[in-house]
């Protein structure tokens, strides 16, 4: 059965940096897009970037532009999220999950059909 396992969440200063990974199993990402989600404490579970695999593009939300990077290694179907300059914003919980089809559709939560457990993020002083 699909899994995803998010692990490299915790606690750190803003202006820090974190690397999140998601672990694939029984699945492969040659052929199905994935995404991460970010969940603040109170709110709704959103997307932050997901990844095609139909073009290899990778798109963002705009408050994590620029500071925000996705990356797939198809090999090892591993899935990266590298988190610099964090804002006391980005607490919450990260998710990974993918989605039935090749192309990704960046925030639309109903696609996705396996996720993982989350990922603890704190950005704190």
């Known amino acids: 059965q699909l899994q995803l396992v998010e692990s490299g969440g915790g606690l750190v200063q803003p202006g820090g940096s974190l690397r999140l990974s998601c672990a694939v199993s029984e699945f492969t990402l040659d052929y199905y897009a994935i995404g991460w989600f970010h969940q603040a404490p109170g709110k709704e579970r959103e997307g932050v970037s997901c990844?095609?695999?139909?073009?290899?593009?990778?798109v963002y939300v705009d408050s994590v532009k620029d500071r925000f990077t996705m990356s797939v290694d198809n090999v090892k179907n591993m899935v990266y999220l590298q988190m610099n300059n964090l804002k006391p914003e980005d607490t919450g919980v990260y998710y990974c999950?993918?989605?039935?089809?090749?192309?990704?559709?960046?925030?639309?939560?109903?696609?996705?059909?396996?996720w993982g457990q989350g990922t603890q993020v704190t950005v704190a002083s």
């Open positions: 999950a993918t989605e039935a089809g090749a192309t990704c559709h960046l925030g639309i939560r109903s696609v996705y059909d396996y």
């Open positions: 990844h095609s695999a139909s073009d290899g593009r990778t």
